[in-house]
């Protein structure tokens, strides 16, 4: 079934959100027939159109006359639906189910379409400088990656007319944050893959009742297709149809709008995720005064009884999820985890900053992830969870590198996840370095009592942290909030598999926010400053690092469980206990015998926590340069003060003994 070309809508031509929302409610009958008009005789498979608040159903008809689909499936989020979707997946062949588990399902992808797309990426605003820097001259911009509106049109228009054709275009209702709840938003996403649909049902919260909190309000737009229109001129490799010489995924902030192309991948289709809840809000959250931030929220509770919350950026695969479902190794201690990946807060009458996690799931990166070092996690995706791109064993079990002395048969067959047979010990990985499980977050054994608490969760601290193979201590405390923010300003880690970034250099990545900037970070960066109002009381930020190596590239810290202790160290320090730090030119660094380390055998504290002064020379250089390059006129001044304060304090630094 393909499409005539002179039916197709382009883009430029659907009457579009913007006007349509303007028209008054007298005009409705008027827009009804237009409305119904647009969905011509695409049919409605499954869910009553008209239940539909007249904007969705203008949103659906309309973007259903521009992409063709064979039909609409309205989603109602139930186990019966989903366990549709996934018997027709497995018959087709594009899941399988792990048959150790109860529900689990395993899924290989086209080997093309693994991990987000950066490059592939933008925010479209009227004005460039809404979404990008004033960077210095020849310089591209690597926070924010902004194209306009007009070329934006282009880029649909060469995609989107009939993209549908022959496939589903299901209508997926969502919330991201408690439904109805103060800071929750609602959202629809649009798409024509199933696998999707899935996800998002795990990610994030889909049933009927959202319709009924969004009421006739507006809500975010996210439009989604993997862009292979049927019948398919190109090979469809593991059944995962996708587009990758065609992926883009633009964001349109000022209409609060998505447009995904290409790719069913992770961050690239999961709309909600890093598209809506990082790009988008912070977008909203900049207007009212709220933030939205690639941040795990974690509720640590001390052997006293009291309880902490603590929030903490870390970029892609560097560590938020084991953070936040920490298995402490200091008796007494107990960690629940509200979030993994995203956190929005808004601080409250009280002065207080309160989180909530938005997300109703887990998409975590499994290698590496087992019994030993993220035993909550392994318990959380027993059942009911989907893996992408891991390998699987002949006795039905997931697998991959990191398992290797959990497995129960050492030498059990196992298929990698390009499909073919392999053994431990042979070459090469059985597991993409990027696959991952998305599991339901209330499976979680330590999920916090209050992860589904509307108001949220009072922040207490802050902490930023990256892979930092050399010259970053374990963990420093800033001096300031503002000091703070310079700090998160130059955070920066090695490169990985969560992106399509190769090798492992060290890269730039502001607040763990490089990839989901979504507006001018010399803005953002003045969001923060204001949002230190009297009356207020703001966390305090701290900066980890449990990647420092010694020169055998060994990790000098244990990582993982091992990390309470650091945190132990971060709790006294808020309450304020003395002779647990020393001044250093970044921040203050434990002082020896501060860190808990009873039954942890042998640490290199000197080499863990030393502050090198050619070390930090070299880098405060660099992350001049990095600011007046990448920031330029718009760094605000209050953190050009800070940078050449710190600067002042390395240069400082005796040298090196
Ligand atoms: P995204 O989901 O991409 O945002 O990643 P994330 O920040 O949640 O990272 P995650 O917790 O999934 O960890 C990524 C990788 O780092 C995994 O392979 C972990 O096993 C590894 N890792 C996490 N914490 C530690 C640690 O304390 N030490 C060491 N050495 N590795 C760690
Ligand atoms: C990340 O890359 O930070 C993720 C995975 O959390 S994705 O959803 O693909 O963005
Ligand atoms: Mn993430």
């Known amino acids: 079934m393909s499409v005539d070309p002179s039916l197709l809508t382009p883009y430029k031509n659907t009457t579009d959100n913007a ?14 027939e237009v409305v119904m008009r647009r969905l011509g005789h695409v049919p409605i498979l499954k869910g009553d159109f008209h239940l539909l608040s007249p904007k969705v159903q203008r949103f659906v008809a309309e973007k259903a006359e521009l ?3 064979r039909g609409i499936f309205i989603c109602d989020g139930t186990q019966h639906e989903a366990q549709e979707i996934i018997d027709k997946l497995v018959e087709r062949g594009m899941l399988s189910p792990l048959k150790a588990y109860e529900n689990n399902y395993i899924c290989r992808t086209d080997p093309k379409d693994v991990a987000r797309v950066e490059s592939k990426t933008w925010m479209v605003t009227p004005d460039k400088y809404q979404t990008v820097c004033h960077t210095a001259e020849g310089v591209d911009p690597i926070m924010g990656h902004w194209m306009s509106p007009t070329q934006m049109a282009d880029e649909l228009d060469g995609r989107f007319p009939g993209c549908m054709a ?3 275009m299901y209508v997926i209702p969502f919330s991201m944050g408690p439904i109805g709840g103060p800071l929750s938003k609602i959202g629809v996403q649009l798409t024509d893959s199933n696998y999707v649909v899935l996800s998002m049902r795990i990610m994030t919260r889909v049933c009927p009742s959202v319709w009924d909190a969004l009421g006739d309000n507006d809500f975010v737009r996210c439009i989604h297709s993997v862009g292979l229109p049927r019948p398919v001129k190109q090979k469809v490799v593991n059944h995962w149809p996708c587009n990758p010489d065609r992926v883009l995924i633009a964001h349109r902030p000022p209409e609060r709008e998505v ?7 992770g961050g690239n289709s999961l709309l909600g995720k890093k598209c809506f809840a ?3 809000a912070s977008n909203i959250a900049k207007d009212e005064g709220w933030m939205a931030e690639h941040m795990l929220i974690m509720g640590v509770t001390r052997p006293n009884g009291k309880e902490h919350f603590i929030a903490a950026a870390f970029p892609s695969a560097c560590g938020k999820t084991n953070l936040a479902m920490l298995e402490p190794t200091l008796p007494g201690w107990k960690v629940r985890c509200v979030g993994d990946d995203i956190a929005w807060m808004k601080f409250g009458e009280d002065g207080r900053l309160y989180g909530i996690n938005p997300e109703a799931g887990f998409f975590g990166v499994a290698p590496g992830t087992s019994k030993k070092t993220n035993p909550m996690a392994v318990a959380t995706f027993q059942k ?6 891991t390998a699987e064993t002949a006795t039905g079990e997931y697998y991959w590198e990191g398992l290797e002395d959990e497995i129960a048969d050492k030498n059990v067959e196992i298929t990698t996840w390009l499909g073919d047979k392999w053994h431990i010990g042979d070459p090469g990985v059985a597991a993409h370095p990027n696959s991952r499980f998305a599991a339901p977050a209330e499976q979680c054994p330590i999920i916090h009592d209050k992860w589904q608490d509307p108001q949220g969760v009072p922040i207490e601290a802050i902490i930023f942290g990256g892979r930092r193979p050399q010259g970053v201590p374990l963990v420093f405390e800033t001096k300031s909030w503002l000091h703070g923010i310079f700090t998160g300003s130059f955070l920066k880690s090695e490169a990985t598999a969560a992106a399509e970034h190769t090798g492992k250099s060290v890269m730039h990545d502001p607040f763990a926010m490089r990839p989901f900037m979504g507006y001018n970070f010399g ?22 690092n449990w990647f420092r190596r010694d020169k055998d590239g060994k990790f000098l810290w244990p990582g993982f469980g091992e990390n309470i202790r650091v945190i132990d160290w971060i709790l006294r320090r808020l309450e304020g206990e003395e002779g647990s730090g020393h001044e250093t030119p970044i921040g203050t660094v434990p002082n020896k015998g501060s860190l808990n380390l009873d039954g942890l055998g042998e640490v290199n504290w000197d080499e863990l926590m030393s502050v090198p002064a050619a070390y930090w020379k070299e880098d405060a250089k660099e992350v001049r340069k990095f600011l007046e390059q990448q920031v330029g006129p718009d760094l605000p001044a209050e953190i050009r003060k800070e940078m050449e304060e710190q600067e002042k304090r390395i240069e400082a630094l005796e040298k090196d003994a």
């Open 523 to 544: 803005q953002y960066l003045q969001h923060w400053i204001d949002l230190n109002k009297p009356g207020r009381k703001v966390p305090q930020i701290y900066h980890v």
């Open 278 to 280: 990082l790009r988008i």
């Open 67 to 69: 992409m063709r689909p």
């Open 19 to 32: 006007s349509l929302r303007q028209i008054s409610e007298d005009a409705f009958y008027v827009v009804n």
């Open 166 to 168: 022959g496939r589903i």
């Open 259 to 265: 447009w995904s192309f290409g790719s069913g991948y």
């Open 384 to 389: 009911n969870s989907i893996f992408t791109n």
